[in-house]
């Protein structure tokens, strides 16, 4: 194919928007859409590539993907070896580790498959995975493996029907996106079936006849503004891949249809250095800005336009030394793939080595053990997509006086839990799904059993314990406002025939807790304070470097965060009888802070859930909720919560 000026210039906005999102430029709340540029701009580069040689009868498949090797292997192969020589110094094992095998999957391109299972991409953990920003890659490549195999059945077979089927193969890939997204939206977006829609919507722009608009340079500056106005609009909390995504597909077409390569909007000196570059900044762009976290440097205006230039210079350096240049690196396909498998195979023997702890002073190793640990006699107990709990039973009471009911933070505090009470009359039985409020009728991305969970779970409470107290343990501000959202951001729940609103989540979990509430004790534990990193990453990073350990969070930041979730629990205390309020900040918050480490022992195994030694710090609030389902004296410890505001100084005192 010919060199198309704009499709070049695309790629520079695109990238740009990419880079504005990442650093956490104020505005550009869904930059993320740069990527669907991409990949509507690849679909319509392979499709013609492919359909063009085919006509012309010189299509190789072989020689389709020995090029595509030549272009997007050498570039990515670098960056991998760079970040596996500058991690020996400076990352710790454990996070070493994880980094090597990223970079085994990515150079696989089957990174996409990784992070799914790992969790999402906009989860707070996403800032210690060097490589996140190759699931996308991982999606082209094999998007690139089926596509020429899909043409040239397409030619053989089907009379060179290739816009019927690359219509109908749309159709199909967007139905399934619609409905991936509603049961499991971190599945929808890292797969191919649920992206390929996107990818073929630029190869139906291929396809596509001239018409009135083709040559009409005009057309190109509403829809860059659209584009830009979308990366504004649009945010993390947006079902994506979804409807809305069809706005940057629709408006990417549209543009490479235009063909305005005359555009100065799209083809200037700026524009196109950028464009040209932007497979190597995008490849740089996002360890970078991890980088950035790791040493601990300000988050600031001026440092994000630092980073900015920093991934351009790089970028830059990239594109000008490996990916343009016929050398080393890239002189043939074999030359190519053979440095990439040296790559793969020391990331490979850094994984098969633990990261080499040896290199690491021994308090990392000490840290990184409490990530490990958890209360093994409940393992199987918590359910990630189930309409029905197991019902692990805990101690060795005849009659159950406690329902712990929740998700996974429930999950994270249950040893603490069954400690505080006698093991010998105390028997506590365990109904949690992950990522799933105590809320009936409720619907989660992700979580399309949840309501019916919670259903169930009521009934069997009321059926099998009657008399059992009750605890439920949520993370409410996720549900509420997002993984590290404030109020104004997309509720993480919708409800059939309802706005999702606070005012609909409080009346679904005030009817449920009125109902368990009618003839027996319900406490309520307030949310725990969360970091916006993970603690033990934070820690063993700081280790390394022999920097003193600060894991806190100012008091009135778990405030702001948690307002919405705690103003609801306490109306519903001064609603329903029988219902008390355990305030987790008691044993982790003082007059000022709230402390994720004690020591150099971490209180948390991640951003939110408590380590096995951080839940025993709740373990006196859990000895006075004990007391008072046993009808013994609460006057040694009272573990109710009396104000939003309420602030008890024994942290002081512990720490």
Same mark, same amino acid.
């Given at each position: 194919m010919n060199f198309r000026a704009d499709i070049n210039g695309l790629r520079a906005y695109a990238v740009i928007l990419v880079l504005l999102y990442h650093v956490g430029v104020s505005g550009i709340s869904g930059g993320f859409l740069g990527v669907d540029i991409f990949f509507v701009i690849s679909g319509y580069l392979m499709t013609g590539i492919i359909l063009s040689r085919l006509q012309q009868q010189r299509f190789s498949l072989s020689g389709f993907y020995a090029s595509r090797c030549r272009r997007i292997i050498p570039p990515l192969m670098a960056m991998c070896a760079i970040l596996l020589m500058v991690g020996y110094f400076l990352i710790p094992p454990d996070e070493y580790k994880t980094l090597s095998g990223h970079i085994a999957a990515s150079l696989s391109f089957i990174s996409n498959l990784v992070y799914f299972k790992e969790a999402g991409y906009f989860d707070a953990g996403s800032m210690y995975k060097w490589l996140l920003h190759t699931w996308s890659l991982s999606v082209e490549w094999q998007f690139y493996l089926l596509l020429p195999l899909a043409l040239m059945f397409t030619a053989r077979y089907l009379r060179r029907q290739f816009g019927w089927v690359m219509a109908m193969g749309a159709l199909l890939s967007f139905t399934l996106a619609l409905v991936v997204t509603h049961l499991h939206d971190t599945l929808a977006y890292f797969m191919l079936p649920t992206r390929a829609w996107e990818m073929l919507a630029g190869g139906l722009v291929y396809l596509a006849p001239n018409s009135r608009l083709t040559g009409q340079r005009w057309v190109i500056l509403p829809a860059l503004l659209g584009l830009i106005a979308s990366a504004m609009w649009i945010d993390a909390g947006t079902t994506w891949p979804g409807v809305m995504t069809l706005i940057p597909v629709v408006l990417t077409a549209l543009i490479i249809h235009v063909t305005a390569n005359d555009s100065p909007l799209l083809n200037n000196r700026v524009v196109q250095a950028i464009g040209k570059a932007s497979y190597s900044i995008y490849l740089w762009h996002w360890p970078l800005w991890v980088f950035w976290h790791l040493a601990d440097l300000p988050v600031t205006p001026v440092s994000q336009a630092v980073l900015i230039a920093l991934s351009l210079l790089l970028g830059g350096l990239s594109w000008a030394l490996v990916e343009n240049k016929v050398g080393l690196l890239s002189a043939t396909t074999p030359v190519a793939i053979g440095n990439a498998a040296l790559v793969l195979l020391a990331a490979l023997l850094i994984v098969a080595q633990q990261g080499f702890p040896a290199r690491a002073p021994q308090s990392v190793s000490q840290i990184s053990q409490y990530a490990k640990q958890r209360f093994t006699a409940a393992r199987g107990c918590l359910v990630v997509n189930s309409k029905q709990s197991p019902q692990c039973t805990f101690g060795e009471g005849n009659e159950v006086n406690l329902v712990v009911l929740g998700d996974s $933070? @429930?999950?994270? *505090? *249950?040893?603490?839990?069954v400690a505080s009470g006698n093991a010998a009359s105390d028997a506590v039985v365990f109904i949690a799904q992950s990522g799933c409020p105590t809320v009936p009728d409720i619907n989660r991305p992700g979580r399309p059993d949840c309501g019916d969970f919670v259903k169930n779970a009521l /009934? /069997? !409470?009321?059926?099998k314990y009657p008399q059992a107290s009750v605890l439920i343990i949520n993370r409410f501000s996720l549900y509420l406002h997002g993984e590290n959202g404030? #109020?104004?951001?997309t509720p993480q729940y919708t409800f059939a025939n309802?706005? #999702?609103?606070? /005012?609909?989540?409080?009346? $679904?979990? /005030? =009817? %449920?807790?009125?109902? *368990? %509430?009618t003839h027996r004790k319900v406490f309520i534990m307030t949310p725990v304070p969360e970091f916006d990193y993970d603690v033990i990453y934070r820690m063993t =990073?700081? %280790?390394? =470097?022999?920097?003193?350990? @600060? !894991?806190? *969070?100012?008091r009135e930041e778990y405030l702001a965060r948690n307002q919405d979730a705690l103003r609801m629990l306490h109306q519903v205390v001064a609603e329903i009888p029988n219902v008390t309020l355990l305030d987790s900040a008691q044993a982790l918050c003082d007059n000022h802070f709230c402390y994720g480490a004690r020591g150099e022992v971490p209180l948390y195994r991640d951003s939110n859930h408590l380590s096995e030694f951080g839940n025993k710090m709740l373990g006196e609030i859990f000895a006075g909720m004990w007391r008072r389902i046993n009808g013994e004296s609460t006057a040694k410890s009272s573990p109710q919560l009396t104000e939003v505001g309420d602030v008890a100084g024994r942290f002081t005192a512990q720490f």
């Open positions: $933070h @429930a999950n994270a *505090l *249950l040893s603490s839990v /009934t /069997t !409470i009321e059926e404030s #109020s104004d951001d309802e706005v #999702s609103s606070l /005012t609909s989540f409080q009346k $679904h979990f /005030t =009817r %449920a807790v009125k109902k *368990l %509430a =990073r700081d %280790a390394m =470097r022999g920097k003193p350990f @600060a !894991i806190q *969070l100012p």
